[in-house]
């Protein structure tokens, strides 16, 4: 798992990120499992011992959508229930402490974006993730805002997902059930294209949840820390950040777009031991 | 206190899962409905199941369960032929049935179940959501049910006729329709 490295003095072994990918792994099989079962119930073939809930009822965003609703009438929006309810609030637990680690860690179109960018990373080499100039993209970063409100308003109004026509988490795992609509494929259509030229562009610029999760990092509990005095500012970090996030500039990473992957950091890229760490404010 | 990824994982397992057997044991992980409507909490109609709350996955029996609506009355009201086990009829069911209907722009579905319940126990309603009925429906509400003005315009603008000979007529208008189109093309 680990790989013994470097020049730098300080440092003596690397991993190579199995630990986060094993967990990407675990969620992504989960979920694909969980919605096969569910199709496999309706027609009475459904594996007992795993769960056959729907993919709305295990989306922790749907808890989000249904706040409004829930709270206004007791009732949830339409395909939610109580379990969208849980798991949002296990989900902010976990962005309390340390981030969005959903995003980073569990969400399987998060992953299934990164893995798809390993091609685009292998044909540009360099140029991935860096064709956006900076004076457009750091706006463009904002969108997901509008679109964060823009569903709960909706939502709320309308008493149903509205979203759920465009949805492209929802178009990955059921793509093969005929239930999906037409704007959900052409979205994902487009992200798994826009994949190949940017890491994670949903995750970036539109997905709601990641822009609410987001505004965790202000106030997180560990949070991405650099430690000046060792830092030798080659850079490494910045290269490394999926997110296009400066690492190299800032003391503590606050970015509403970091995902605590900690993949700036000295157990990643970083080439001097705990030079840039996940850590909480006494933390060294 | 410093965190690496092992560490991270282990919080992330023990978090979520543990976050969801919580849950079961409390008894608020559900990931389906109960088929048991929620009662409306406030104003005149305090203690009666609320029909918005119907969901697509609620058989025909919980509807007449709980809002005491006779079978019969469901079945004739949605076109259900003879032979069809009413009482385990889902309501998202007729969303299957009245598919083609999508075709004029129109639905007959669980919002149409919700109106007919909502009339015919006299709950309220909001008319603005643009749902429709089958006329077999409507037929039953303005007879059984108490009616307003309001009420009584807004179904006889969003009746559908659901009878297989308008269903026939429709076939037919469209395969002419076909043909005429074709002969003026060549």
């Known amino acids: 798992m680990a790989k013994s490295n470097q020049t730098v003095k300080g440092v003596k072994t690397k991993e190579k990120g199995y630990i986060r990918l094993f967990v990407q792994i675990f969620f992504f099989t989960l979920v694909g499992l969980i919605v096969i079962n569910h199709a496999l119930e309706e027609s009475g073939k459904g594996i007992s011992w795993l769960s056959s809930a729907s993919l709305h009822a295990i989306c922790p965003f749907g808890g989000v959508v249904s706040i409004y609703k829930f709270v206004t009438t007791g009732m949830f929006v339409k395909k939610i229930h109580e379990s969208s309810f849980v798991l949002m609030f296990i989900m902010f637990i976990l962005a309390v402490g340390f981030g969005p680690l959903f995003c980073g860690w569990i969400c399987p179109l ?175 | 206190m410093k965190m690496k990824s092992i560490s991270i994982a282990i919080i992330i397992f023990l978090i979520v899962f543990s976050g969801i057997e919580l849950a079961k044991i409390t008894g608020y992980w559900r990931t389906e409905s109960l088929k048991i409507p929620i009662k409306i909490k406030t104003g005149e109609f305090a203690g009666e199941y609320n029909p918005e709350d119907i969901r697509g996955s609620y058989r025909f029996s919980d509807i007449a369960k709980y809002f005491e609506i006779p079978l019969e009355d469901l079945q004739k009201a949605f076109g259900l032929p003879a032979d069809e086990d009413v009482a385990n009829f889902q309501c998202k069911e007729l969303k299957e049935i009245y598919g083609y209907l999508e075709e004029e722009g129109k639905e007959i579905g669980t919002g149409s179940v919700r ?72």
């Not at chain 1, 650099?226 to 190299?248: F, K, L």
């Not at chain 2, 049910?145 to 309001?150: Q, R």
């Not at chain 2, 603008?157 to 329709?177: F, G, N, Q, V």
Request: glycine letters at 6%.
């Open chain 1, 110 to 284: 998060g992953s299934f974006q990164e893995w798809f960018g390993k091609i685009g990373k292998k044909i540009f080499k360099k140029r991935y993730n860096n064709f956006i100039p900076n004076k457009y993209d750091k706006y463009l970063r904002y969108l997901r805002y509008g679109m964060l409100a823009l569903i709960i308003y909706k939502t709320a109004t309308l008493g149903y997902l509205v979203f759920w026509n465009f949805d492209p988490y929802y178009t990955l795992f059921n793509f093969w059930t005929g239930e999906v609509a037409i704007g959900g494929l052409i979205v994902l259509g487009i992200i798994i294209l826009a994949s190949l030229f940017v890491e994670r562009p949903w995750c970036k610029y539109l997905c709601p949840y990641g822009a609410l999760l987001g505004i965790f990092n202000t106030f997180r509990i560990f949070k991405i820390k650099r430690n000046p005095s060792t830092c030798i500012s080659c850079g490494a970090c910045d290269r490394a950040c999926p997110m296009n996030i400066t690492v190299s500039k800032s003391r503590v990473v606050r970015n509403h777009q970091c995902i605590s992957c900690l993949k700036c950091t000295s157990e990643y890229a970083c080439p001097v031991a705990g030079t840039v760490q996940f850590a909480t404010k006494g933390g060294e």
């Open chain 2, 115 to 186: 109106l007919f319940v909502a009339l015919y126990k006299g709950l309220p309603y909001d008319l603005s959501e643009d749902t429709c009925l089958p006329l077999p429906a409507v037929e039953i509400l303005k007879e059984r049910a108490n009616l307003s003005d309001e009420q009584i315009k807004y179904l006889e603008t969003h009746s559908i006729d659901i009878s297989e000979d308008s269903t026939t007529k429709t076939e037919l208008e469209k395969e002419e329709a076909t043909v005429e189109k074709e002969d003026s093309d060549v």
